[in-house]
């Protein structure tokens, strides 16, 4: 599975959006995008996933740029519930359906 | 549904002793995961399965041994503790789809001390 690149930490206000960027420039055609997020001490929670396609739920949006090198998951209203670790996955469909978790993006949401 | 249960929350080992870590689904999936967390530091898989009767070795199964009688239960084991064993354990379970769809769902954790 392709590696990918996230920042440490980010901030971000209340109420704004918070858009966390992810890098995967040696993602394969069959490489899908997964984004988790884990707040503190509870289990990771899944977030959205997309493969060439923008996506959009009720949680978030995931950006996938047309060369599909990197992506950006937005969260259009961001709270302080959302202050969480958000990890950026890349996974194909023959991996055994497992995921490989790297350090992820601590973002903490300010009043 | 319940989703992923997970039994102890906690518990503390001395070295060498052993123990099971309990994990149980309702959701009928297939594919289940056994992950350890360590401070800091992002999620590790220990062992899946893809089914009952299956099961294989994940990044790190040094230590641990599963079993999977049932679709519902994915049981962990340390046999042989070690302080290097001290971590968060997290269990998971998912379908799989034709299209990729890897959705993991995750219990609560176990917070595992070995002293």
């Known amino acids: 599975d392709a590696k990918t690149t996230q920042p440490t930490s980010m901030d971000c206000a209340e109420g704004r959006a918070a858009n966390l960027p992810c890098n995967h420039s040696?993602?394969?055609?069959?490489?899908?995008v997964y984004w988790y997020r884990q707040i503190h001490s509870q289990g990771p929670q899944y977030i959205i996933h997309?493969?060439?396609n923008n996506e959009t739920n009720e949680m978030a949006s995931l950006i996938i740029t047309e060369d599909r090198k990197s992506s950006t998951l937005i969260l259009p209203h961001a709270t302080l519930r959302d202050t969480a670790v958000y990890y950026c996955?890349?996974?194909?469909?023959?991996?055994?359906?497992?995921?490989?978790f790297g350090g992820g993006t601590r973002l903490m949401v300010k009043p | 549904n319940a989703g992923v249960t997970q039994t102890p929350k906690f518990r503390i080992l001395k070295i060498g002793q052993s123990m099971t870590l309990q994990c149980t689904q309702d959701?009928?999936?297939?594919?289940m995961y056994w992950y350890r967390q360590d401070p800091g530091m992002g999620l590790k898989l220990i062992y899946y399965?893809?089914?009952?009767?299956?099961?294989d070795k994940g990044e790190v199964p040094n230590g641990y041994n599963v079993s999977r009688s049932t679709t519902e239960d994915f049981p962990l084991r340390l046999e042989l503790a070690a302080p290097s064993q001290t971590s968060v354990y997290f269990c998971?379970?998912?379908?799989?789809?034709?299209?990729?769809?890897?959705?993991?769902?995750f219990g609560p954790g176990t917070r595992l001390t070995v002293t």
């Open positions: 998971a379970s998912s379908y799989s789809d034709s299209k990729g769809g890897n959705e993991q769902y």
């Open positions: 040696t993602i394969s055609g069959n490489e899908y």
């Open positions: 997309g493969l060439k």
């Open positions: 996955i890349v996974r194909s469909n023959n991996a055994g359906n497992m995921l490989t």
């Open positions: 959701m009928n999936h297939n594919y």
């Open positions: 399965s893809v089914g009952a009767g299956i099961t």
